[in-house]
C-alpha cells in the first residue's frame, strides 16, 4: 500500500528557499569582494613594478655618469633645495621633495610617474660653512666610515672631488594605484674611474 503523501514533505518551503537565497547573497559578495581585491592587489603591483623598472634604470644611468668630479655637486645641490619642499610636488617620508628624474639627467625616460632624490653624505664645515664629504664621519646608512678616495687612510679632509668612491641612498616616489604616494629606497656606493 503507498504511503500518502504529506504536504510538508514535499518540495521546499518558504524558510528554507530564504535561507538558501541568504547564503547565495553571502558567498557573491565574498565573491565580489575578492575579486574587487584583486584588481586593486594587481593594480598596485603593476605600479610598483614599473616603478621599479625605473628605479633600475635610473641607477644605471647614475653608475655610467660620466661627469664623475661634478656628481656630488649636483646631488649635494638637489639635496638642499629638497628641504623647502613647496606645493603639491612629491615628497618623502620625512617631508623632503623629491625631483623629476630629468632634473638629474635631461632626457631620461621613466615608465610611470616617478621622482627622486639621491642622498649623498654631507658633513658641515667649521671652517668654511658648507658641507663636505668626509670619510670620518660615522654614517652607517652611508656605510661611512670608509677610505673613500682609495688612498689606504681614512682621514678629516674634505673629499668633494677627490673621491673614488660614492656611497649614495638613492629615494623613488611613484603615484600608487590608490593614489597614494609610495617610496622605494635604494643604496648603493658608486665607483668612479680614477
Known amino acids: 500500500m503507498a504511503r500518502p503523501v504529506r504536504r510538508h514533505d514535499s518540495g521546499f518551503g518558504f524558510v528554507e528557499v530564504m535561507v538558501g537565497g541568504a547564503i547565495l547573497a553571502v558567498a557573491m559578495l565574498a565573491y565580489g569582494s575578492s575579486m574587487m581585491s584583486h584588481r586593486g592587489l594587481a593594480s598596485e603591483q603593476t605600479e610598483r613594478s614599473e616603478a621599479m ?21 649636483r646631488c649635494r645641490l638637489r639635496l638642499a633645495l629638497s628641504q623647502t619642499a ?9 617631508g623632503r621633495r623629491a625631483w623629476e628624474p630629468t632634473v638629474y639627467f635631461p632626457g631620461f625616460q621613466s615608465r610611470g610617474e616617478i621622482h627622486v632624490l639621491i642622498d649623498v653624505p654631507m658633513t658641515a664645515d667649521k671652517d668654511s660653512g658648507s658641507f663636505i664629504l668626509r670619510e670620518d664621519v660615522t654614517a652607517p646608512r652611508f656605510l661611512l666610515p670608509m677610505d673613500l678616495d682609495g688612498d689606504g687612510a681614512i682621514d678629516g679632509s674634505a673629499k668633494d672631488d677627490a673621491y673614488r668612491w660614492l656611497p649614495v641612498v638613492v629615494h623613488f616616489v611613484y603615484r600608487a594605484a590608490d593614489g597614494s604616494s609610495r617610496e622605494l629606497r635604494l643604496t648603493s656606493i658608486l665607483r668612479g674611474n680614477r
Open 86 to 94: 613647496i606645493g603639491s610636488v612629491p615628497k618623502l617620508a620625512d
Open 53 to 73: 623598472i625605473s628605479a633600475q634604470q635610473f641607477m644605471e644611468r647614475l653608475r655610467a655618469d660620466d661627469d664623475w668630479a661634478g656628481l656630488y655637486a
